[in-house]
């Protein structure tokens, strides 16, 4: 399984980017997928995360109401939209494939796959 995120950039705070995901799998539409982010000097944590079916989603509380995860199973890919964008959403951001299929964990050990990273940075 390879994943490879894009997306990321500078942007003012208030902004807007769409991060994307794309997943080399013949298992894709099987597996809960994740977004997870690494500020600057802190440990990596969970931002968003889509089930396997589209409507099955789940949220960091910092980023509800800002940021929209889905997937497209025809296309092997996942998005972040992220609007409202904060200095504090600056970081690494990174998308994997969670092992657990039956619930979106938030937790990063249960993810198997991950992608590279993109960075998105927010000026004030």
């Known amino acids: 399984v390879q994943l490879q995120a894009s997306g990321g950039g500078l942007v003012q705070a208030g902004g807007s980017l769409r991060l994307s995901c794309a997943v080399s799998s013949r298992t894709f539409s099987s597996y809960p997928l994740g977004w997870f982010q690494q500020a600057p000097g802190k440990e990596r944590r969970f931002v968003a995360g889509?089930?396997?079916?589209?409507?099955?989603?789940r949220y960091a509380d910092s980023v509800k109401g800002r940021f929209t995860v889905s997937r497209d199973n025809a296309k092997n890919t996942i998005y972040l939209q992220m609007n409202d964008l904060k200095p504090e959403d600056t970081g690494l951001y990174y998308c994997?494939?969670?092992?657990?299929?039956?619930?979106?964990?938030?937790?990063?050990?249960?993810?198997?796959?991950w992608g590279q990273g993109t960075l998105v940075t927010v000026s004030s």
């Open positions: 994997a494939r969670s092992r657990v299929q039956w619930t979106i964990s938030t937790n990063g050990a249960t993810y198997d796959a």
């Open positions: 889509v089930g396997r079916n589209q409507g099955d989603t």
